[in-house]
C-alpha cells in the first residue's frame, strides 16, 4: 500500500492541496496541533475576495494569471461564492488615486455617480466617480474552510492533533510563518480586520475605498454584517489588533457611509500573513519534504493553483513554475 502523503497545517493551503491530492486518490493524512480551522490561522481572518484584476495594482502578473479560475474552483469545493464584482471608489479628494489604480488594471468600467448608485444605491449621491469589475467576487473563508474540510473528512481524512509515529512517505509542509524554520527568506506581513453589524448599511458587493495611507476594503458577509480590512504592515508579531488601526478603518467607512458610526463591533482579528521577498508563492523540495508557502495576500486566489501544482509534482514528478530553485 502507498504510504500517505502527511500535509502539515490545515489552513486554507494544507487543506488545498489535501483536497486536490484525495480528488487523485492519493492517500493523506493532515497534522495540526490545533486541531483544523480556526482563529490561531491567517487564513481566519482573509477578506476572501477573489479578485485578480484588482490585485494587479500592486501584484506580479503571475497573481492575476494564477488568479483567474480560482472562484469555479472553490464553487466546485462546496464554497458559496457572490458573483458581484468588485466597485473600487475614491471620495473626491482622492481622485488622483482612482485615475492611478485604473491605469495599473485592467477589466474594469469607470463609473459615475449614477451607475453607482445603481450598483449600490446606499451610495446615491456619496461617491462621484469609481471603478467596476464586474468578472470579480469573493466569498466567506470561515464557510470555505469548513467545505473543504467536510468535503476531506467525506472521504475519510482527518485532521490529527498528534505527529504520527512514523512517516515514511512524502511531508507536505504548509505550516505558513511556522515554517520560518526551514525557510529562512520567509518573513511576516501583519493584517488587521473588524467585523461589524450595521443593517443600515445595505451592500451587496466588494467595495475597495481608495486612500493614499488607509485604503479599506468592504466584504459584506450577509445580514447586515461586513468585514472591513486594510492594513499591511511588515512585521511577525501576532498581536490584537492597535486601536490606531481601528480608529483608520472605522473612519474610513464612515467617510463612505455615516451609517457606519452606529455599527456594533463583533470581533476584531489580527495575524500575519507568509509571504517571500517578491510576494509570490513558494513550492521547495527538500528530500521527501515539500514546502508550499508564501501567500502573502492571496491566499484564497492562489490556493487552488498552488494546490494543483503541488499535486501535479506529486503525482508525476512534473516541476510546475512555482518551484523556484528550477524557476527562478
Known amino acids: ?27 493523506v493524512r493532515i497534522v495540526d496541533p490545533n486541531g483544523g480551522p480556526g482563529p490561531h490561522g491567517c487564513s481566519w481572518w482573509a477578506g476572501g475576495m477573489l479578485a485578480p484584476y484588482c490585485e494587479e495594482e500592486s501584484a506580479d502578473p503571475t497573481v492575476v494569471r494564477l ?10 469545493r462546496g464554497a458559496f461564492i457572490h458573483h458581484s464584482g468588485t466597485l473600487v471608489l475614491a471620495l473626491s479628494r482622492d481622485h488622483t488615486e482612482l485615475d492611478r489604480f485604473a491605469r ?63 512517516v515514511t512517505g512524502l511531508t507536505v509542509d504548509a505550516r505558513g510563518l511556522a515554517a520560518r524554520d526551514a525557510l529562512p527568506d520567509l518573513r511576516g506581513v501583519r493584517g488587521e480586520m473588524l467585523m461589524v453589524r450595521c443593517p443600515e448599511v445595505t451592500l451587496t458587493r466588494t467595495i475597495r475605498l481608495l486612500h493614499p495611507r488607509i485604503p479599506l476594503y468592504i466584504v459584506p458577509r450577509g445580514e447586515g454584517v461586513y468585514m472591513l480590512g486594510a492594513t499591511m504592515l511588515e512585521s511577525g508579531a501576532k498581536t ?33 500573513r507568509p509571504a517571500f521577498p517578491d510576494n509570490l508563492p513558494r513550492l521547495r523540495r527538500r528530500g521527501s519534504t515539500l514546502y508550499a508557502n508564501g501567500l502573502y495576500r492571496h491566499g484564497y486566489l492562489l490556493a487552488p493553483a498552488v494546490a494543483r501544482m503541488a499535486a501535479d509534482h506529486i503525482e508525476t514528478g512534473h516541476i510546475p513554475e512555482l518551484m523556484d530553485e528550477h524557476n527562478p
Do not use: C
Request: glycine share 8%.
Open 67 to 76: 488568479g483567474l479560475d480560482a472562484a469555479d474552483w472553490w464553487a466546485e
Open 1 to 27: 500500500m502507498t504510504a500517505p502523503v502527511t500535509i502539515l497545517g490545515a489552513g486554507v493551503l494544507g487543506l488545498s492541496i489535501a483536497t486536490e491530492l484525495t480528488a487523485r486518490d492519493i492517500p
Open 240 to 272: 490584537r489588533v492597535t486601536a490606531r488601526a481601528a480608529v483608520e478603518m472605522l473612519s474610513a467607512a464612515y467617510a463612505l457611509h455615516p451609517a457606519f458610526a452606529e455599527a456594533e463591533i463583533l470581533e476584531l482579528g489580527a495575524d500575519a
Open 104 to 166: 495599473r488594471t485592467r477589466a474594469h468600467d469607470p463609473v459615475s455617480a449614477a451607475e453607482i448608485a445603481a450598483l449600490e444605491p446606499e451610495l446615491e449621491n456619496r461617491v462621484r466617480r469609481g471603478l467596476f469589475y464586474a468578472s470579480e467576487s469573493h466569498l466567506t473563508p470561515r464557510q470555505a474552510l469548513g467545505a473543504l474540510r467536510d468535503g476531506l473528512a467525506a472521504k475519510g481524512v482527518t485532521i490529527q492533533t498528534g505527529a504520527p509515529a512514523t
